[in-house]
């Protein structure tokens, strides 16, 4: 150990240093909130500070955070939470009977009627009940149970808590788990923490990022060569490449991974956010009892679903939860263990998450505006998704898939070879280069493809479709316009 000395007294450097630090932590990268973030951090400060730019804001477009970007919260849902939270209010006649109704159920089910109680380590048993209702409807019928479910914090705890159980293993035997290519980077973080194999399968970009069979064999046969693939993961409606799942493939998947003896994860938590015609969102867990019992009986999974997104878009509440089907009774109890380690998840995220899975009902008062608020909030994304495939697909050298669902677009831009080694000479990626070049000169902040994972040689950026219309049709003019000088630029 190296004495250094601090004012004559001699000292032994830091317990914890990078080099001593846990290595699986050192190769986690979530791009998301990554570098480019933390430069448009950087320049909104520079901005409050007077320094002149080319623009007057930062217009984050990095992350599908919906009231950050100016959607209003449902009334509904904040009456509810407001009564909670202050349950005085009960006694005020400004809110409607159906909120107090609701807020009642829920501080009845919680200690000393209190949202700031700790709650059952798998969550309120009442919303878990509420949830098994909500997937009951909303799956034709096909009976949930409340046991099965795991209300969690926001649906990303919830996976990294299930991707925890699957890993084990050294060398060979060391668990690979099946993600897309793009991804969403929860997965390969989640995975470089606990130290698994990342097994990536590639969406087809020219078909709509459709999903192939052949290419998730392809990739599994590859991966048995140095792993053991146990796991596979699906995000349906698709983040970042906004593609629905038509039942076909979801039957083929399910065959897949019952042939192939693997752990489906379904990831969907956009599953109100279906926009394109002909497309509609189906369960897998839906999907896979109305295979009959060959398939419903055996094969193992768990769904996720979350406050975050839809037309909710509550974030910061961190609500979530997951079911799962076909679980070893035995494992079942190691996750409740699990999961009572960190004692519960947020209180007010639970409450949420009941009164999105229990809205109002057409014979409640408040039923009327809640519909108008969630129906507007779908309706303004469908729109934006057209658009701005509509806008990006007229600018030579960006191509746009549809946005089927979800709240993102994931376009191709071609770069130039000379873009290309002027990346190289600054030491970025081609896509972070050309992103941090848009963020300097128009303040607008993506993230680049290689964030996500892209084939080879082709370059990508991720933007949400959040922004008020009126922003974003700013943003994709800006962006088309900066397309078209940095190719002449590099040109």
């Keep these: 150990m190296s004495q250094q000395t601090v004012n004559g007294v001699p000292s032994r450097g830091k317990v914890l240093t990078l080099d001593n630090m846990n290595p699986n932590v050192k190769r986690v990268e979530y791009a998301v909130r990554g570098p480019i973030v933390q430069r448009a951090v950087q320049i909104e400060k520079e901005l409050k500070e007077g320094v002149k730019k080319p623009f007057s804001e930062v217009i984050k477009a990095n992350i599908g955070d919906a009231h950050a970007m100016g959607q209003k919260p449902i009334t509904f849902l904040r009456q509810v939470l407001a009564l909670c939270s202050y349950p005085e209010l009960l006694e005020d006649n400004k809110f409607p009977e159906d909120a107090k109704k609701r807020a009642k159920r829920i501080l009845q089910a919680c200690g000393g009627h209190s949202i700031g109680a700790y709650s059952a380590s798998q969550g309120i048993e009442c919303v878990r009940q509420d949830v098994a209702r909500y997937i009951e409807k909303r799956d034709g019928g096909i009976s949930s149970n409340p046991d099965n479910i ?49 097994v990536s399968y590639y969406l087809d970009e020219d078909k709509c990022w459709s999903l192939d069979v052949a290419e998730l064999r392809r990739s599994l046969n590859a991966a048995r060569q140095h792993c053991n693939p146990r796991v596979l993961c699906i995000i349906n409606p698709g983040n970042p490449t906004g593609q629905v799942q038509s039942r076909q493939c979801i039957e083929d998947v399910i065959r897949f991974a019952k042939e192939e003896h693997l752990f489906l994860m379904a990831d969907e938590v956009y599953q109100d956010n279906v926009y394109a015609e002909g497309c509609k969102f189906h369960s897998f867990k839906k999907v896979l009892f109305e295979m009959g019992p060959e398939y419903s009986s055996t094969v193992e999974m768990a769904s996720f679903h979350s406050t975050s997104k839809c037309y909710m878009g509550e974030c910061g509440f961190r609500g979530g939860y997951m079911e799962i089907i076909n679980m070893d009774p035995e494992v079942k109890a190691q996750l409740t263990k699990l999961v009572s380690v960190r004692l519960c998840p947020p209180v007010p995220g639970q409450a949420l998450l009941d009164l999105v899975v229990n809205p109002p009902q057409p014979d409640e008062p408040s039923y009327t505006t809640f519909m108008k608020e969630r129906t507007v909030v779908l309706a303004d994304l469908a729109e934006k998704a057209r658009l701005t495939e509509q806008i990006f697909n007229k600018v030579p050298g960006i191509t746009c898939n549809p946005v089927q669902g979800a709240m993102y677009t994931f376009p191709r831009i071609t770069l130039s070879q000379k873009a290309i080694d002027k990346a190289k000479e600054e030491g970025q990626v081609p896509d972070m280069f050309y992103c941090m070049k848009l963020l300097e000169e128009e303040g607008i902040c993506l993230v680049p493809g290689s964030g996500f994972g892209q084939r080879e040689g082709t370059f990508h950026f991720r933007m949400t479709i959040l922004p008020p219309t009126e922003k974003l049709k700013v943003v994709l003019h800006k962006i088309s316009e900066f397309h078209l000088r940095f190719t002449q630029e590099f040109s």
């Design 150 to 198: 795991y209300l969690s914090t926001g649906a990303s705890d919830a996976i990294v808590t299930m991707l925890k159980l699957l890993v084990c293993g050294e060398g060979r035997d060391r668990t690979g788990v099946m993600i897309s290519i793009p991804q969403y980077p929860l997965y390969s973080a989640a995975l470089a923490d606990l130290g698994a194999v990342q």
